[in-house]
Nanobody
Framework: EVQLVESGGGVVQAGGSLRLSCAAT????????IGWFRQAPGKKREGVSC????????HYAFPVKGRFTVSRDNAKNTIYLQMNNLTPDDTAVYYC??????????????????WGQGTQVTVSS
């Protein structure tokens, strides 16, 4: 059974940083692309970033480009999302998701088969 568990969320002031982690079990990790998504209260879920299984394809949504960095450690079956210069607009529940595929897309949440439970990120002004 595939399981994804996010961690690292919390409350931070604007301009601060957080690093989210997504630990995967039950998969051959390097065969899976991982996407990061977020959902703010009252808003639709949106894609944030994605990384392919061997990390040769990485994409970022425009609002986070230059501030967020995604990486993966296949030896630890873990994906990271380093978030810097956070703003209140980044406040949301952040989810990681996995799909067995080459490449990755961050804008198509329907393409992902497995989802974590989410971790709350709150940025205060």
């Amino acid at each position: 059974e595939v399981q994804l568990v996010e961690s690292g969320g919390g409350v931070v002031q604007a301009g601060g940083s957080l690093r989210l982690s997504c630990a995967a079990t039950g998969v051959t990790f390097e065969d899976y692309a991982i996407g990061w998504f977020r959902q703010a209260p009252g808003k639709k879920r949106e894609g944030v970033s994605c990384i392919s299984g061997n990390a040769d394809t990485i994409h970022y949504a425009f609002p986070v480009k230059g501030r967020f960095t995604v990486s993966r450690d296949n030896a630890k079956n873990t994906i990271y999302l380093q978030m810097n210069n956070l703003t209140p607009d980044d406040t949301a529940v952040y989810y990681c998701a996995a799909v067995e595929a080459r490449g990755c897309v961050y804008s198509a949440d329907y393409a992902y088969n497995y989802w974590g439970q989410g971790t709350q990120v709150t940025v205060s002004s």
